[in-house]
């Protein structure tokens, strides 16, 4: 059973560990080389998790936990969404991204917002199945990785335009 709730201080650690192996499944798939990353990635994702765990809803699959998301600045960002690969499939990121949209539409904003590396097809593929478009594609500096990023914004607004968007250009289409 799914149980969304929020994080505690005690699990940073184990948080982090989920952050890097869903991580390091997603960039293997795109080519990256993770092992030159990894450690960069790893502290990246102790501190966050470290940090910010007042901020981070905790996914547990039948008492084990199976992934994360947060919205690190309370507001209409969603920083991170990340679940371990061996829970993957199971709607895991769906219900975690229902919870931090719940939040952000609780806290005023009439839209989420969120990025991921331009090259993460799934997680594109799963933001548009819940409604989101690629808003921009930009190439930014990861401190903690040390390393250019290519990314896509995506965003969901919670109430329809009055007037239809503009069309479909298949860019990280599914």
Known sequence: MLVIRPASSAEAQDLAKIGLAAWETAVKLWGEDAARLRENARNAYFDFCTRCWPDILVAEWDGDLAGWGSCEKADDFITDLWVHPAFQGRGIGTALLDDLEAA???RGHAAARL????RNLGAIRLFKRQGYRVKTYFVTYSEPLDA????????KEFEPASEPGPEEDGLYSP
Not at 148 to 155: G, R, S
């Open 104 to 106: 952000i539409r609780q």
């Open 115 to 118: 990025d991921t590396h331009a």
């Open 148 to 155: 250019d990023i290519d990314k896509v914004e995506m965003i």
